[in-house]
Nanobody, 114 residues
């Protein structure tokens, strides 16, 4: 399974970004897709996850601002990030759980700064 993430960048506080992550090399449907992030000096944390294409979970600090959704036909998961804050600055990693194994993308930098 290969994951290709894109969409990071520099944005001002209050701005928006959309991350995308396309999965390839799968035969069956991917059950869990999601995004983690890691800021300098901090542990990696789960930002959002979508399970079975329906159930979503979010980090408390991003609830109401971030939205995760997927396009099953394209095997792609998206993270729409609105009202971005400086504390959202981190490297964002997409991941999938496929046949009981986790796979990770290469990470994309999101920087929120004026």
């Amino acid at each position: 399974v290969q994951l290709q993430a894109s969409g990071g960048g520099l944005v001002q506080p209050g701005g928006s970004l959309r991350l995308s992550c396309a999965a390839s090399g799968t035969t069956f449907s991917i059950y869990v897709m999601g995004w983690y992030r890691q800021a300098p000096g901090k542990e990696r944390e789960l930002v959002a996850r979508i399970t079975g294409g329906v159930t979503t979970n979010y980090l408390d600090s991003v609830k109401g601002r971030f939205s995760i959704f997927r396009d099953a036909a394209k095997n792609t998961v998206y993270l729409q990030m609105n009202s971005l804050k400086p504390e959202d600055t981190a490297v964002y990693y997409c991941y999938v759980n496929y046949i009981l194994r986790d796979y990770w993308g290469q990470g994309t930098q999101v920087t929120v700064s004026s």
